[in-house]
């Protein structure tokens, strides 16, 4: 009972957030969240640096993610030291990741990329996992269950994945083609239910001049669907059944990501297929091999109230909130855009 009432209002709380941003942060209002005067120029006039919404929901999805793995490893009677091991390092590894493979992929230097960061953790969660096992035996701590562990991690990756759309949504990016240039199924489909961006400064506009334009809704489609697979994945972990958790969970997202491609208009490579599909692909065959490969434990007692109380916890509450901080000022600082101010007194006022 406890588990459907917990997927229940995860439901209702997901649907909401996405049902709201979909229709506000199209709009130019909701990219530039603040400005920080950095440089005063002989005029009066300050250069500014822009704290973008972008980064702030990229940071709420972190941590929603991060928030329901814990969960669910407590849900599990994981460990919590070790399960906040196992994060951090995956953490400190995919964070830089998101803009190194953008800058081998893309050429961008000043760009990130969520999907090349959440393949070097798909395929570097195992080795994390066993490292982590290893270094805190020699404390006496008790042993990481593999599949429990990479089932948490796959389901909070979608949910991450899937929030962080809103992301793209503010700043513009992973944008959809515009429906007039569509097959007439597509564009009947989308003909009501499609993005209309506003604002110079959102790179629909100054990378491809589609603001304005009736755009396929990739971002909101991602969002949806990737929703729905953590509900299902979770109800599958939160009935023992890890390997199918961890298996819909990165198939769902992986899968997806090779078909929605094709409905991108944003710069995804020079090649037909982009890197970041092939990268999909070769996502989903590791983590088939892996089902095989690790050893199915017997069925664990798995309980919500458990997972939920680890979260009551005074390190867990201040760890997730210097992550939020951090991943917000490293993703919220924009590169690619500025701002000049100017400041006043309100006579009247005084």
């Known amino acids: ?21 979909f229709f506000n942060l199209p709009r130019e209002r909701w990219q530039m969240l603040a400005v920080i005067p950095r440089l005063k120029n002989d005029d009066g006039h300050w250069h ?97 269950p593999m599949m429990p562990v990479l089932a948490a991690m796959a389901i909070g990756y979608t949910l991450g994945e899937g929030l962080g759309r809103l992301a793209c949504v503010s700043f513009g990016c992973c944008y959809g083609k515009p429906v007039a240039d569509c097959s007439r199924p597509v564009r009947f489909l989308f003909k009501k239910m499609h993005f209309i961006f506003t604002g110079a400064t959102k790179k629909v506009a100054y990378e491809s001049r589609l603001d304005g334009e009736k ?5 909101a489609m991602t969002c949806l669907l990737h929703s729905t697979c953590v509900l299902a994945a979770a109800r599958l972990y939160l009935q023992g059944q890890f390997g199918s ?29 982009s890197a970041y599909q092939k990268m999909s692909g070769l996502a989903v065959l590791y983590s088939l091999l892996l089902v095989f490969l690790v050893p199915q434990r017997p069925l664990i007692p798995i309980s919500i109230i458990t997972g939920l109380r680890a979260l009551w916890d005074p390190a867990v509450i201040v760890s997730l909130q210097i992550m939020w901080l951090l991943i917000f000022l490293y993703f919220g600082r924009s590169q690619v855009t500025a701002a000049t101010l100017s400041f006043s007194v309100v006579r009247e006022r005084i």
């Open 1 to 21: 009972m406890a588990e459907s009432v917990f997927l229940v209002l995860l439901g209702f709380v997901l649907l909401a957030v996405s049902t709201w941003g």
């Open 245 to 273: 958790a961890f298996l819909l969970s990165i198939t769902v997202s992986q899968i997806w990501r090779i078909c929605s491609e094709t409905l991108r208009a944003d710069f995804r490579g020079l090649t037909r297929i």
């Open 48 to 144: 500014g640096t822009n704290i973008t919404y972008y980064g702030f929901f990229i940071a709420m999805a972190y941590t929603a993610a991060v928030t329901l793995m814990l969960i669910l490893l407590g849900a599990a009677n994981v460990p919590l030291i070790e399960t906040l091991s196992v994060i951090a390092l995956l953490l400190c590894i995919c964070v830089p990741a998101a803009r190194i493979i953008a800058i081998l992929v893309e050429k961008k230097r000043y760009t990130f990329t969520i999907s090349g960061a959440s393949f070097v953790g798909i395929l570097l969660a195992p080795g994390c996992i066993q490292l982590v096992d290893v270094l805190l035996r020699r404390y006496n701590a008790g042993e990481l």
């Open 215 to 219: 755009l396929v809704p990739v971002q």
